[in-house]
């Protein structure tokens, strides 16, 4: 595939691992990365299922988002992991912070990595990422197919968007944070990176790669950008 601008790509954990691993998904998900000839691209990768048992088994033991947080990057790490194993070198470690992914980025033209410290989602992670190349696009493979005027799954009346500045985006997403593990299209310190260095993102439902695809080639897709204007 022709593309030449290089990007980061947020995959929610949903997509990788929505109750199981799902072999098919990544192998799709591979072949799509590996047919694209852009410079350089960061694949940042959520905990999914595994996230969520261990994050909610834990709270029998305790309420201290900061230890649940890790409990949670732990599986986002074991998600990349996977996701490498399928794409990159697996003599690579997953990148444990941003700065070791950009070393490895200006080595190696792929690098796949999940969470880094407490207090944000991988959302942020890719955000970071992208600020600290000099990458301007984002793409959020997640489990809705647009950014809704309010959470789809609670009010299906909801409308959809199909542009909109990050200020909108921010209040929309501020609207649905509920602390550690919320349930928001994506994280407000996300959005406020993207923000501050003019990152634009373009969510979409991950299960539909053809659309992916169509985003990539920047030919018309169903989802949501998120940009400054
Ligand atoms: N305004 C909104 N628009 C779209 N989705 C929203 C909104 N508010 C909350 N959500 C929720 O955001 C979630 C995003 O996907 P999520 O299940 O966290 O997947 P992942 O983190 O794996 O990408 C969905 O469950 C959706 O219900
Ligand atoms: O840099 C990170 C990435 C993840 N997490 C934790 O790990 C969980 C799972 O990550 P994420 O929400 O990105 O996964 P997904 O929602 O895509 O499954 C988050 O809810 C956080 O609790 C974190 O603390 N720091």
Redesign the pocket.
């Known amino acids: 595939m022709n593309f030449m601008e290089s990007f980061v790509v947020s995959v929610?954990?949903?997509?990788i691992n929505p109750s199981s691993v799902d072999v098919e998904y990544i192998k799709e998900f591979s072949k799509i990365i590996k047919s694209v000839d852009a410079p350089k691209i960061g694949i940042v990768v959520?905990g999914?299922q595994t996230a969520r048992t261990y994050v909610n088994s834990m709270k029998n033991f305790t309420d201290n988002d900061f230890f649940l947080d890790e409990i949670g990057i732990m599986a986002t790490r074991l998600n990349a992991k996977i996701v490498k194993s399928s794409i990159g070198k697996l003599e690579l470690n997953i990148p444990e912070d941003v700065n070791e992914a950009v070393k490895q980025l200006l080595i190696e033209d792929r690098i796949v990595m999940g969470g880094t410290v407490p207090g944000h989602?991988t959302d942020t992670v890719s955000v970071l990422l992208a600020e600290a190349v000099g990458i301007k696009k984002v793409y959020n493979l997640?489990?809705?197919d647009?950014?809704?005027?309010?959470?789809?799954?609670k009010n299906p009346k909801?409308k959809a968007i199909e542009t909109m500045n990050y200020k909108e985006a921010f209040s929309?997403s501020l609207k649905?944070y509920t602390g550690a593990g919320s349930?928001?299209?994506m994280d407000s310190v996300a959005l406020l990176i993207a923000m501050r260095s003019g990152i634009e993102i373009n969510l979409m439902h991950g299960k539909d790669l053809n659309n992916f695809k169509n985003a990539l080639k920047g030919e018309k897709f169903i989802g949501t950008k998120i940009r400054a204007d």
């Open positions: 929610g954990g949903s997509m959520g999914g989602t997640t489990s809705v647009r950014v809704y005027e309010d959470d789809p799954k909801a929309i649905s349930n928001q299209f």
